[in-house]
Nanobody, 123 residues
Framework: QVQLVESGGGLVQAGGSLRLSCAAS????????MGWFRQAPGKEREFVAT????????YYADSVKGRFTISRDNAKNTVYLQMNSLKPEDTAVYYC????????????????WGQGTQVTVSS
C-alpha cells in the first residue's frame, strides 16, 4: 500500500525558509502526480503545488508562486517543497498527497495522503 510520510515542518520567522519532504513508498510512482496541500485552523484544506513524477512538470497556487518550489528525487522516492520568503499566512499543517495520472488541484482527486507536518511562521 502507498505510504506518504512528511517531515521538515517547524517554527520559522517571517522571511525565512523551510524545506518539507514527503517520502513515498509502496508503489512505483512514475505514473503518479504528487501534490502539497495545506490547512490552516478553521479553514479548508487548500492546494499549494503539484508535480508529475514522470516528467517533472509543476503547477503552483498563485499565493505561493515565486516563493515555493516543488521537486522530486527519483532515487529517493521523495518529493520536496522548498518554501522561501515565508509569511505568517503560510502557517498551516502541510500535507503530501498522491494520485494516479496527471496533476490535479482538488483534494478529492487525490487517493493517498500523509499525516501532515506543522509549519508555523511568526511575525
Amino acid at each position: 500500500q502507498v505510504q506518504l510520510v512528511e517531515s521538515g515542518g517547524g517554527l520559522v520567522q517571517a522571511g525565512g525558509s523551510l524545506r518539507l519532504s514527503c517520502a513515498a513508498s509502496g508503489r512505483t510512482f512514475s505514473n503518479y502526480a504528487m501534490g502539497w496541500f495545506r490547512q490552516a485552523p478553521g479553514k479548508e484544506r487548500e492546494f499549494v503545488a503539484t508535480i508529475r513524477w514522470s516528467v517533472g512538470s509543476t503547477y503552483y497556487a498563485d499565493s505561493v508562486k515565486g516563493r515555493f518550489t516543488i521537486s522530486r528525487d527519483n532515487a529517493k522516492n521523495t518529493v520536496y517543497l522548498q518554501m522561501n520568503s515565508l509569511k505568517p499566512e503560510d502557517t498551516a499543517v502541510y500535507y503530501c498527497a498522491a494520485k494516479i495520472g496527471g496533476s490535479a488541484l482538488y483534494t478529492e482527486q487525490y487517493d493517498y495522503w500523509g499525516q501532515g507536518t506543522q509549519v508555523t511562521v511568526s511575525s
